[in-house]
């Protein structure tokens, strides 16, 4: 309905990061690994490796779901590339950058912290106060220009140390080191931060697990999530008693699921997915208890979870304040072998004739984000944000430097459109941040050109560039959608 207003007042626009995909400076001012800084860079067609050097001095490398063999140690290795070391150099160049996001008139900016920046290896009893001071100059810098951090607490970067040592996050000792780093966060950014994710895309860890692997997986994919979940209610009740002021949400990795045919066995198993996938997470973080079908999900894979009666209690003294999720893609699936496939955030899906694809093969589907909105806000009945959004692209720098992303303006109108249907049938939505405002380092490739922002960085795959940044034609279009409050998306 063109003319009326549909977003609130105080609607937030914005744009998202994440700490190891930004910040570069990987080994600077006291911080400890993370298992992003072992990873390799990569492309469309090969995944990222993960490098270490094996009991006997040898090196060796590892996909995303094999195991470290015994008494190996993770490593960089001679010969790789590590993306992440340096990404965008984020850390030294916050100024210049926050000033772009204020050009652009940006309410809110979502970041998230580095656990390694903080606590180098998770167990130091006191954090690194050079960590503390990077992330209270970030903030003060913010709050000049009015801006409103969003911050997540962990966007997949656990101490390496923790990884390697305590076999991450299926074990439950991770869970009092998570609270004792939420706890510093609270109370060191009181009164400079408000707006707080406990987990980014909790539910990836049993979303994207494929179907076909041993039981022993499931058992620690479910244990793991079981620990982020007490972690984070745990986590919630403390920020809550820190600052009554603070909003916590969850972070779920939205996608819009769909039977691919009309064979009521796909209809059936499109709802399993919506319950394995997207609603476990959110029912326990948002009702503070598992829901009816966990039991058959564990049964499925013979899990035994590891819960006690306490870990109950937290769950339902730490429900979140908001739902917030990504939302990327929809993802049409089948019990009918195959069909063509999809890609999307380290998924596959069969392919939808109805929808086009990204270069990455990722779904271009605006109803989706209209459906998972109003499903989502009928389920829950709290405010929701849409946290990440946004289209991976190879960007073209022309002769006198401009690029003209009109692919990029499309693709947002297109979901902004979406987003104002779903506010007009009654959704209470608070807050949109696109991904990567400003080009990064791809989560899943590791690729530079993989580019999703409106301000582009003169940073390459191989490792060369200046780090020098330009406007696309993207920031000008933004800048006058935040001007408008999403009226004008011409
Ligand atoms: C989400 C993550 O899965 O998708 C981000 O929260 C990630 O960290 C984003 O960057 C886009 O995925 P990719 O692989 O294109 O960077």
Known sequence: MKGQIMFRKDFLWGGATA?????????????GPALTDVTTGADVDHPRIITYIDKDGNPGTLTRLEKLPEGAHYACLDGYLYPNHEAIDFYHTYKEDIALFAEMGFKVFRMSISWSRLYPTGLEEEPNQKGIEFYRNVFNELKKYNIEPLVTIWHFDTPLYLEEKLGDWKNRELIPLFVKFAKTCFTEFKGLVKYWLTFNEIN?????????????????????LHNQFVASAKAVKIGHEIDPENKIGCMICGITY?????????????????????FYCGDVQ??????????KLWKEHNVVLDITEEDRKDLREGTVDLYTFSYYMSMSVTTHKG??????????????????????GWAFDPDGLQYYLEMIYDRYERPLMVVENGIGAYD????????????????????????????????????????????LVAASTGEMRKRYGFIYVDKHDDGTGTQKRSRKDSFYWYKKVIASNGEDLD
């Open 19 to 31: 700490a190891n995909q930004i910040e570069g400076a990987w080994n600077v001012d006291g911080r």
């Open 204 to 224: 990836n860890t049993i979303n994207f697990l494929p179907e076909d692997m041993p039981d022993s997986y499931f058992q620690d994919a479910y244990q793991h």
């Open 258 to 278: 769909y039977p691919h045919t009309d064979d009521p066995k796909d209809i059936l198993y499109n709802r399993y997915r919506w319950e394995k996938g997207i």
């Open 286 to 295: 948002c009702f503070g208890y598992y829901p009816t079908y966990a039991e």
């Open 339 to 360: 069909d063509a496939e999809a890609s999307g955030n380290m998924v596959r899906g069969t392919r939808n004739e109805h929808l086009q694809y990204s270069d990455w």
């Open 396 to 439: 073209k720098v022309e002769e006198d430097g401009s690029i003209h992303d009109d692919y990029r303006i499309d693709y947002f109108r297109r979901h902004i459109e979406a987003m104002k249907k779903a506010v007009e049938n009654g959704v209470d939505l608070r807050a949109y941040t696109t991904w990567g405002p400003i080009d």
